[in-house]
């Protein structure tokens, strides 16, 4: 039988399990896990959190066949703790001869940097969101939610030019509103109706 494949992160939840609480048995690890998941909305929590996105069938083959660490591949967005309050993500560019990952992680010079698997990790959700919203507002050469006068924005169903940025963002014959209540359409530099003719 072949061996299943796992994230890096499944496989430290593994290890971690079969080195503390359920050191060297396998079989209650499984057992607790088939329990836990049945029964309880939101399975097993902490380090061992990463064993939820397992099926039964796969976390039995890892237990007992064995299982292989699956490499990231080009595409995969993937984060890089640069401390436990610092993150960058990125994703995955290329593959280098010797397994290092060359990412779209920029460093200080600008130059794409380059991963060995054991620092990264997959990307959550959020932190992917968190990203292609920074990427976003970078392509127009802003932070985040850095709105200005002029700026189209959109409530959802109404579209109107920002008039003045206070506490709220003031929208013409709107009223207020706060920078998550709305979402770019036009940046003003590139409205072609704020152009002056030469």
């Known amino acids: 039988m072949e061996k299943v494949k796992v994230t890096r992160e499944q496989a430290e939840a593994i290890d971690f399990a079969l080195k503390g609480s359920y050191k060297d048995d396998p079989d209650a690890l499984l057992d607790d896990f088939v329990l836990i998941n049945r029964h309880v909305l939101s399975g097993f929590h902490n380090r061992l959190k990463p064993l939820k996105s397992l099926s039964v069938v796969d976390l039995a083959k890892a237990l007992y066949i064995g299982y292989e660490v699956e490499g990231f591949r080009v595409g995969d967005w993937v984060s890089f703790d640069i401390s436990n309050t610092v ?104 409205r072609l109706d704020m152009v002056s003719e030469s």
Do not use: H
């Open 87 to 190: 993150t960058v993500t990125g994703l995955v560019e290329s593959i280098t001869e010797s397994g290092n990952y060359i990412t779209d992680i920029q460093g200080a010079a600008g130059i794409n940097q380059i991963f060995a698997q054991v620092v990264l990790r997959y990307a959550t959700p959020e932190e992917i969101e968190a990203e292609k919203t920074r990427r976003k507002w970078n392509a127009i050469g802003r932070e985040v939610d850095e709105y200005k006068v002029g700026d189209i924005v959109t409530t959802g169903s109404l579209i109107r030019p920002i008039e003045s940025i206070a506490e709220y963002l003031y929208l013409e014959k709107l009223g207020e509103y706060s920078a998550d209540e709305v979402y770019m359409v036009c940046p003003v530099e590139q």
